[in-house]
């Protein structure tokens, strides 16, 4: 019987040709047991939305000539609306055609300095104050100045006689409404620039104006004729200036109203804004 031979154990030809199948195998099990990351939003915030900024000519609160809008108010609505993340566009207009706008329904729109009276509460919505005036004056010829100045009150001096003459369209506060309701006075109304109005007192066609002490001061100090002729006197009983508010379109929604109001608080306590104020009142 032949003896059994057994063969000598055969190595492999490569140590590493042998640890590859289990280098596979953890490279499987390592990436089955790796937490899955998460993947990075690469979208870019919104861009703010366009909001129309109406301005009509009304210095020194805000001007609007061919070649530019500004003023006091307007940089006040233009700082705060960017801060509310809006994109403002500014388009220039007359007070009356602006409210005609609004009335229609502005989609998404604001007007800078308005009064808010009841009447228009129902066509638009109001954010603010925006500013709040030095208290309002009356307008008269110099030679006159001692009328306005011995009348005990607002209601005698409107019950002398004196022919007012007031802008057409606009609000001169809820003290000069009631008074003139209790006289039974019925103002001159016209839609003249401001200028032209005071020059009918000084023409002699009218007597007295009210208007805000910031714009009767710009008005005389800027026009010499009107400056010589006429004088400001304070209104008999002091009634405070009404605040001027930003006038918002229905259009624009509860959430942006919000915004905006906060940046208007915001607004109020910044150094920029003190200074506006100041340049209004140096008037």
Same mark, same amino acid.
């Given at each position: 019987?032949?003896?059994?031979?057994?063969?000598?154990?055969?190595?492999?030809?490569?140590?590493?040709?042998?640890?590859?199948?289990?280098?596979?195998?953890?490279?499987?099990?390592? @990436?089955?047991?790796?937490?899955?990351?998460?993947?990075? /939003?690469?979208?870019?915030?919104?861009? %703010?939305?366009?909001?129309?900024?109406?301005? !009509?000519?009304?210095?020194?609160?805000?001007? =609007?000539?061919?070649?530019?809008?500004?003023?006091?108010?307007?940089?006040?609505?233009?700082?705060?609306?960017?801060?509310?993340?809006?994109?403002?566009?500014?388009?220039?207009?007359?007070?009356?055609?602006?409210?005609?706008?609004?009335?229609?329904?502005?989609?998404? =729109?604001?007007?800078?300095?308005?009064?808010?009276?009841?009447?228009?509460?129902?066509?638009?919505?109001?954010?603010? %104050?925006?500013?709040? %005036?030095? %208290?309002?004056?009356?307008?008269?010829?110099? =030679?006159?100045?001692?009328?306005?100045?011995? @009348?005990?009150?607002?209601?005698?001096?409107? /019950?002398?006689?004196?022919?007012?003459?007031?802008?057409?369209?606009?609000? !001169?506060?809820?003290?000069?409404?009631? /008074?003139?309701? *209790?006289?039974?006075?019925?103002?001159?109304?016209? *839609?003249?620039?401001?200028?032209?109005?005071?020059?009918?007192?000084?023409?002699?066609?009218?007597?007295?104006?009210?208007?805000?002490?910031?714009?009767? /001061?710009?008005?005389?100090?800027?026009?010499?004729?009107?400056?010589?002729?006429?004088?400001?006197?304070?209104?008999?009983?002091?009634?405070?200036?009404?605040?001027? !508010?930003?006038?918002? =379109?229905?259009?624009?929604?509860?959430?942006?109203?919000? *915004?905006?109001?906060? @940046?208007?608080?915001?607004?109020?306590?910044?150094? *920029?804004?003190?200074?506006?104020?100041?340049?209004?009142?140096?008037?």
């Amino acid at each position: 019987m032949a003896p059994h031979r057994v063969r000598p154990h055969a190595w492999p030809r490569s140590f590493c040709a042998c640890l590859r199948p289990l280098g596979i195998l953890l490279l499987v099990l390592g @990436a089955s047991a790796a937490p899955l990351r998460p993947v990075l /939003a690469t979208t870019s915030a919104p861009a %703010p939305r366009e909001i129309t900024v109406y301005v !009509y000519h009304r210095p020194p609160f805000f001007t =609007a000539t061919p070649e530019s809008q500004g003023g006091p108010l307007v940089e006040m609505t233009l700082i705060a609306l960017e801060r509310a993340d809006l994109k403002p566009r500014l388009v220039t207009s007359t007070f009356t055609e602006i409210l005609a706008t609004f009335r229609a329904g502005a989609p998404f =729109a604001c007007v800078p300095g308005v009064y808010r009276t009841p009447e228009r509460e129902s066509f638009a919505r109001f954010s603010g %104050p925006l500013y709040v %005036p030095l %208290p309002p004056v009356i307008v008269v010829r110099r =030679a006159d100045a001692g009328l306005a100045a011995s @009348a005990r009150s607002l209601d005698s001096l409107l /019950a002398g006689g004196l022919r007012v003459v007031l802008g057409d369209g606009y609000w !001169y506060g809820g003290w000069l409404a009631q /008074a003139l309701q *209790r006289t039974g006075t019925s103002p001159t109304r016209t *839609r003249q620039e401001n200028a032209l109005m005071l020059r009918s007192i000084v023409d002699g066609t009218h007597d007295i104006s009210f208007m805000s002490h910031e714009e009767a /001061a710009h008005l005389l100090r800027t026009h010499p004729d009107l400056g010589t002729n006429l004088t400001l006197r304070p209104v008999p009983g002091n009634p405070v200036g009404d605040s001027r !508010y930003l006038m918002l =379109a229905k259009g624009v929604d509860a959430a942006t109203v919000a *915004r905006i109001d906060m @940046a208007l608080r915001e607004l109020a306590e910044t150094p *920029r804004y003190r200074e506006l104020v100041r340049s209004l009142h140096h008037e």
